[in-house]
């Protein structure tokens, strides 16, 4: 094939090109559905352009371009997200599901009511704060857990909804009916074994 017919080729591909992007920005700018027509318009035809140029190897380059458009299309089709555009993990030391959070809030309460047995309220509350920090959790707002944090969990897990399903009343009364130590385990023993139960149960969830 001679030079000025490749060129030509290559300026009717491009040309090709330009129109297909122009109307997937027109696509994209009426935004009904956040653009993703649009998007997936574009993606098409960058990979329609390269395609024209019969070249395997840049072909096979492209798989990151595929996987974005398959993430793109399946997003919002009442599919699971694909794992491209799924939210990433927390990073902090608070579940991001609410009744993982609110089992860990049960829990921590009744490792408060435990310790009641040997220490007043303000030192059982402040005893369990101090061991979930040392463990690594935080509140959900990213803040350190006090004893006042530990009271309003408290005050959830023994004044909330217990016919609330996920609620931190409904977990407490769950977590109520655990097996009792045995005779001559003494309560801040039993206290420990539940904030250990927390640091097991929920150590994905520590900063």
Avoid at 111 to 132: H, P
Avoid at 146 to 162: F, K, L, S
Wanted: contains cysteine; proline residues 4%.
């Amino acid at each position: 094939m001679a030079k000025d017919e490749i060129s030509i080729e290559i300026a009717e591909v491009l040309a090709t090109l330009k129109r297909e992007l122009v109307h997937a920005q027109e696509r994209f700018r009426e935004a009904g559905d956040g653009g993703r027509e649009g998007a997936l318009e574009a993606l098409r035809a960058l990979v329609n352009f390269v395609d024209c140029f019969c070249d395997d190897e840049i072909s096979d380059l492209l798989q990151p371009v595929y996987e974005l458009g398959l993430a793109i299309s399946q997003r919002g089709n009442g599919l699971r997200d694909h794992p491209m555009l799924a939210a990433p993990p927390s990073t902090r030391g608070r579940p991001s599901d609410r009744r993982e959070w609110n089992a860990a809030k049960a829990l921590a309460s009744l490792a408060v009511s435990i310790l009641l047995n040997d220490k007043s309220d303000d030192g059982a509350r402040n005893y369990v704060a101090c061991e979930l920090t040392k463990a690594g959790f935080t509140q959900s707002n990213g803040h350190p857990i006090t004893d006042a944090t530990v009271r309003t969990w408290r005050q959830d897990a023994m004044q909330g909804d217990v016919g609330a399903d996920g609620s931190v009343a409904a977990f407490y009364r769950e977590y109520q009916t655990l097996p009792a130590p045995p005779d001559g385990f003494s309560a801040q023993a039993h206290a420990d074994q539940i904030i250990a139960r927390v640091r097991e149960m929920f150590a994905h969830l520590r900063v």
